[in-house]
């Protein structure tokens, strides 16, 4: 971290004992490296924190990407739905004419089954007979 080499770490400490003296070293070396630690912990807290925001930004921009996206989809959807449903209205309306009852070229109604041929229309079909109670 400060590319400091055995040499200078001999000189600093020299230099310690010089000042502070033998029997406050001790005190004052675990002192400083407590300090050390809690400077080494808050810098990785910060590190941490940025490396969090930084995610956070990008998982941001994910999201508005996303929302673009399905917007986009949803828009291009909702034409193709749009554009098909006329269409059809078109479609239906050029069909109109053809099926009027009071035009010459309307086709017969089919004719119903005589009596006794082909099978009644749905609701017309009876009812199974209701069980006697004994």
Do not use: C, W
Not at 65 to 90: G, Y
Not at 111 to 133: F, R
């Amino acid at each position: 971290m400060f590319d400091i080499g055995f040499s200078e770490l001999l000189l600093i400490a020299i230099v310690a004992l010089i000042v502070i003296g033998p029997q406050q070293l001790p005190r004052v070396a675990r002192t400083v490296g407590h300090l050390f630690g809690r400077m080494q912990r808050y810098v990785n807290d910060v590190k941490a924190d940025i490396s969090r925001e930084m995610e956070l930004q990008e998982l941001k921009k994910l999201q508005a990407s996303m929302e673009d996206t399905a917007r986009s989809m949803h828009d291009s959807v909702n034409r193709s739905v749009s554009d098909t449903e006329s269409e059809l209205n078109k479609i239906a309306l050029s069909a109109q004419p053809a099926s009027d009852p009071h035009s010459d070229t309307a086709l017969p109604a089919p004719e119903a089954p005589a009596s006794g041929q082909g099978e009644l229309p749905l609701e017309a079909n009876p009812q199974p007979p209701a069980q006697k109670q004994a």
